[in-house]
């Protein structure tokens, strides 16, 4: 099935419109990590206060996303997406004000934090409706996941960009203003979409399966190591431009990541199905870690470094849609949102903790120092990977009694 196939697949599950509001829903939680740290930073005149209001908001959402997916599965996710919406708007408009008012660094961190706990978490939510909507149909639920899985990576890649650039052009608090009116718009939309599944009404002492398995585990595991290898990257693509004299290009090559990645993306719609996810993670990684390599043999110039990060993007796509693929297939179906969730809080602290080790790594070492880190990461992804994405611990949904749990 080519891609344009498996786009009218899934738009026949819910429209057009809930596509896009999906999209510029899930856009401002890549927005808000970089978007603080630039915030903080600008206005203070000190990165190590920005850098803890940017990890005081990577802790909330590590919190605070399975939180939310948990009372999404069992709530529904309209009044839980719906609420989230609301208090998430108004904790960036907060933050943003300290900041430019020069509040003391602790009134700062407060609404960072509530930034972080009340993402609406538009992506994993519409994974798990997808999956509610396509239940019964193997087909568009593949369809589903591909697309979903785009259009998530293109957030994730693009966010940071967007960021950069209105930075550049309008201002520290630019961006941020920018994620409030998207989270506002179209979380807010998203949730009130007539799409939205209902809870499964389970309480806290019914039983809706083990969450934590060994496969998911495995999953959380190479999700924070893909994040821990994007997060040093943003950070040795800063520092080596700058040293370059080109401090203005970061944003572009942050932008080309994501137009590399998304091209990868679209391109998997090609791949034939006899080639499962298991095998496909195993070459995703692969793909990784050499294209990691390039990093450090070839920053030395401009051009070797758009050609590094541009062959990273290729990997990060294919990376992120089979392993939300693959989450589907190793977690109850009432548990779905939370799962997902439980991802994207992976990725998102590794790539906190990615960028504040390579910050320190530029200070000692110099500005291509976070490029090694990017290549342990990717390196130890390739070796989990290789030793147990396997066709055996990772069940086709026909085989798996939890698949189809999905709330009815």
């Not at 398995?213 to 190479?222: E, I, S």
């Not at 949102?337 to 070492?365: C, K, P, R």
């Amino acid at each position: 099935m080519s891609a344009a196939e498996k786009f009218r697949d899934t738009r026949e599950l819910t429209g057009g419109r809930v596509l896009v509001w999906s999209l510029l829903g899930r856009l401002p939680a890549a927005m808000c990590p970089i978007g603080t740290l630039l915030l903080v930073s600008q206005n203070s005149g000190s990165v190590w206060q920005g850098a803890a209001a940017a990890g005081a908001l990577a802790l909330g959402q590590a919190g605070g996303g399975p939180l939310v997916g948990r009372l999404a599965d069992r709530r529904g996710q309209r009044p839980v997406g719906l609420v989230a919406a609301v208090v998430n708007t108004l904790a960036i408009l907060a933050l943003v004000a300290a900041s430019e008012s020069g509040a003391p660094l602790g009134w700062q961190l407060a609404p960072a934090v509530l930034v972080g706990l009340s993402v609406p978490l538009v992506g994993p939510l519409s994974r798990s409706r997808w999956l509610w909507l396509a239940r019964g149909r193997p087909d568009r639920r593949a369809s589903a996941l591909w697309l979903d899985g785009l259009v998530d990576e293109i957030s994730f890649t693009s966010g940071p960009a967007l960021v950069g650039v209105l930075a550049t052009l309008a201002g520290p608090g630019a961006g941020m203003l920018l994620a409030a009116a998207l989270v506002g718009g179209g979380a807010t939309l998203f949730a009130l979409h007539p799409s939205a599944p209902p809870g499964t009404g389970a309480g806290p002492r019914t039983p809706a399966g083990r969450l934590l398995t060994l496969p998911y585990g495995l999953l959380l595991a190479g999700m924070a190591l893909l994040g821990t290898v994007f997060g040093s990257l943003q950070v040795g693509v800063t520092a080596t431009t700058a040293q370059l004299g080109h401090p203005g290009a970061a944003g572009l090559l942050y932008g080309l990541v994501g137009l590399t990645s998304s091209f990868a993306g679209v391109a998997m719609a090609a791949l034939p199905a006899r080639w499962d996810l298991p095998g496909r993670l195993r070459a995703g990684t692969g793909l990784l870690f050499a294209a990691s390599v390039l990093a450090p043999l070839t920053g030395t110039s401009l051009g070797g470094l758009a050609l590094a990060v541009g062959c990273v993007g290729l990997a990060i796509a294919p990376q992120m849609i089979t392993m939300f693929g693959l989450v589907e297939r190793t977690v109850p179906g009432m548990r779905l949102g939370e799962a997902m969730a439980g991802l994207v809080s992976s990725i998102t602290l590794a790539q906190s903790a990615g960028t504040v080790a390579g910050g320190w790594a530029v200070d000692a070492y110099g500005p291509r120092a976070p490029f090694a880190l990017t290549c342990a990461a990717a390196a130890a992804a390739l070796l989990l990977a290789a030793c147990t994405a396997t066709g055996r611990r990772y069940r086709r949904p026909a085989d798996s009694p939890v698949a189809e749990r999905v709330p009815a």
